[in-house]
């Protein structure tokens, strides 16, 4: 397929990634890399540099908190969380996919019928 068609925007769907991601309970940074991953919408793991850029806006924004886990062996980690705003959030970027879906789809039955 041509690079042309569908574009790549690899951060795109980065900000509801991690909102979902973060559904399933508070995690860590790198943790949150590979399951980002498994959305599909990247094409292998996100960059570290840019996980870690939306997860600051979002914690500035209010959508997510952190802080930081002193427990076990090594150096602290930072600890993330969904907040109610950022659920709030995930729910308005799960509708804006529902329409878009249904706009392709839409598209789609007008090239099928030629």
Request: hydrophobic share 30%.
């Amino acid at each position: 397929m041509s690079k042309k068609v569908g574009g790549e925007k690899r951060q795109r769907y980065m900000q509801p990634s991690l909102l979902m991601a973060l559904r399933e309970g508070p995690n860590y940074g790198y943790p949150l890399i590979s399951a980002i991953s498994e959305y599909g919408f990247l094409s292998g793991d996100a960059p570290p540099g840019m996980v870690y850029r939306h997860l600051r806006q979002m914690d500035e924004e209010g959508l997510v908190t952190s802080s930081w886990d002193n427990e076990g062996d090594g150096p602290a980690k930072r600890v993330y969380s969904i907040t109610p705003e950022g659920e709030e959030v995930l729910e308005m970027w799960i509708q804006h996919m529902e329409q878009q879906r249904d706009r392709l789809d839409a598209f789609i039955a007008f090239y099928r019928r030629g």
